[in-house]
Nanobody, 116 residues
Framework: QVQLVESGGGLVQPGETLRLSCAAS????????MGWYRQAPGKQRELVAT???????NYADSVKGRFTISRDNAKNTVYLQMNSLKPEDTAVYYC??????????WGQGTQVTVSS
């Protein structure tokens, strides 16, 4: 199993930036991809961005050009750089890993609030 700990959420104004971090521990070798999802109040959890071990990325249309996912393999950490934040980006952001074995893992979530 993989354990995930997120950090970096907070309250920002529209147009500002935030960087989320997610540190993985446990069965690191089982990880096939890492990513970020988010869930706004009253809405379903949705994909934000993913990054596979081969370096392939996938972004939600709503964040393309504004968010960037990256990974530091030496630190077993995945990042989400969020620029030009909008009020509609307000949500709880969850780190996720998909694995070759053992199933997916989720972090506890970190709140991002974009408001003036």
């Amino acid at each position: 199993q993989v354990q995930l700990v997120e950090s970096g959420g907070g309250l920002v104004q529209p147009g500002e930036t935030l960087r989320l971090s997610c540190a993985a521990s446990g069965s690191i070798g089982s990880i096939s991809s890492m990513g970020w999802y988010r869930q706004a109040p009253g809405k379903q959890r949705e994909l934000v961005a993913t990054l596979t071990n081969r370096g392939n990325t996938n972004y939600a249309d709503s964040v393309k050009g504004r968010f960037t996912i990256s990974r530091d393999n030496a630190k077993n950490t995945v990042y989400l750089q969020m620029n030009s934040l909008k009020p509609e980006d307000t949500a709880v952001y969850y780190c996720n890993t998909e694995a070759y074995w053992g199933g997916p893992s989720w972090g506890q979530g970190t709140q991002v609030t974009v408001s003036s």
